[in-house]
């Protein structure tokens, strides 16, 4: 199975940016999928932003579109996450995942998931 990992994370103030990367290890990387997802302390993991590998399609939660904004470089086999105009509420651990398929925002539908990375927006 890919292996996925993530970097990026850490401690910003609100208003604050971060980019979050997710690096897979095989040679050649093509999931139809690469999802964010985070979670919350004490709360539901939640869709973040997606990816459509072969065609760069991008896809959004309401409560991060105009603030995040997903890519890849299929070159290099990583995807990001650029992280503008931070929150308190977007404290959680940040997870990137990989899916065969289309859903974009239903975690049980992922194959791999990379270990996560704590994104803490506090002054």
């Known amino acids: 199975q890919v292996q996925l990992v993530e970097s990026g994370g850490g401690l910003v103030e609100p208003g604050g940016s971060l980019r979050l990367s997710c690096a897979a290890s095989?040679?050649?990387?093509?999931?139809?999928?690469l999802s964010w997802f985070r979670q919350a302390l004490g709360r539901e993991r939640e869709f973040v932003a997606a990816v459509i590998w072969h065609s760069g399609k991008e896809y959004y939660s309401t409560s991060v579109k105009g603030r995040f904004s997903v890519s890849r470089d299929t070159a290099n086999n990583t995807a990001y996450l650029q992280m503008t105009s931070l929150t308190p509420a977007d404290t959680a651990v940040y997870y990137c995942?990989?899916?065969?398929?289309?859903?974009?925002?239903?975690?049980?539908?992922?194959?791999?998931w990379g270990q996560g990375t704590q994104v803490t927006v506090s002054s």
């Open positions: 995942a990989a899916s065969s398929a289309g859903i974009v925002n239903v975690h049980e539908h992922f194959q791999s």
């Open positions: 095989e040679r050649t990387f093509s999931p139809y999928t």
